[in-house]
């Protein structure tokens, strides 16, 4: 797969071909509206027919895809995470100093969770607790442990204070993605603006030298690499 393109919006036909001459079922489009069907209705309450339903295809093209809907849901995670795993991997590319870098990780992030509510509250049902979603689980720690490894630097180089990392990391990477779920943005002025703020707000408490913010956040917004949204 090309690094720049996202599994979420491969259109490749995947599946049966339908009779009547409509296109075919990708898995793009299973993928899109399992994440509306399970806003709506939670995971539980989200099956596999509802989901053919409001695609307009019988359950069996769907099974074709996916044996079960638990595998749907590992996928759609997969398919989600990896957007912002690529994201990432093409920053550590940049070699941007460690706290330049976490805070343009947070900054895209949440322009990211700002454009799409339903799918990130995925990442926090319950049942990815759960045995069966070890391949989810597996993603999101891999997200997790790039945060980490920014916020380790960020105190080895003792640009942050002294803080237990994995602390840090799990508050930063709350924050980040839970920051815009439930606000009404259009009374709060441009995303982009709210993701500074948000970024601003993770990064003052750890640095030692909370006036170097303004620099670190200047610096961050002029890298021009940015996640894949589509």
């Given at each position: 797969m090309n690094k720049s393109e996202s599994p979420i919006s491969g259109k490749r036909p995947v599946g049966r071909p339908r009779a009547d001459g409509?296109?075919?079922?990708?898995?793009?489009?299973?993928?899109?509206?399992?994440?509306?069907?399970?806003?709506?209705?939670?995971?539980?309450?989200?099956?596999?027919?509802?989901i053919a339903d409001?695609?307009?295809?019988?359950a069996p093209s769907i099974l074709n895809m996916f044996k079960t809907k638990d595998q749907l849901l590992n996928e759609l995670i997969v398919a989600?995470?990896?957007?912002?795993?690529?994201?990432?991997?093409?920053?550590e590319q940049e070699n941007l100093a460690p706290e330049v870098a976490l805070y343009k990780m947070i900054y895209e992030e949440v322009i990211s969770v700002a454009g799409a509510h339903e799918l990130t509250r995925l990442?926090?049902?319950?049942e990815l607790r759960l045995a069966g979603f070890e391949v989810a689980q597996a993603q999101r720690e891999s997200m997790i442990a790039?945060?980490?490894?920014c916020v380790v630097q960020c105190v080895d180089c003792q640009v942050f204070r002294e803080v237990d990392s994995m602390l840090a990391t799990e508050q930063i990477f709350q924050l980040t993605e839970t920051s815009m779920i439930a606000l009404e943005l259009e009374s709060l002025g441009s995303i982009e603006a709210q993701?500074?703020?948000?970024?601003?707000?993770?990064?003052?408490?750890?640095?030692?030298?909370?006036?170097?913010?303004?620099?670190?956040?200047?610096?961050?917004?002029?890298?021009?690499?940015?996640?894949?949204?589509?």
């Open positions: 409509r296109p075919h079922l990708s898995k793009h489009a299973v993928f899109k509206t399992a994440a509306q069907m399970i806003a709506r209705f939670g995971y539980a309450g989200a099956s596999l027919r509802k409001q695609l307009d295809v019988s989600l995470a990896s957007r912002t795993l690529l994201f990432h991997e093409a920053l990442f926090y049902l319950p790039n945060f980490k490894r993701a500074s703020a948000a970024a601003d707000l993770a990064l003052r408490g750890f640095l030692a030298r909370p006036s170097r913010l303004a620099e670190i956040s200047k610096k961050a917004r002029s890298c021009k690499i940015v996640p894949n949204r589509s």
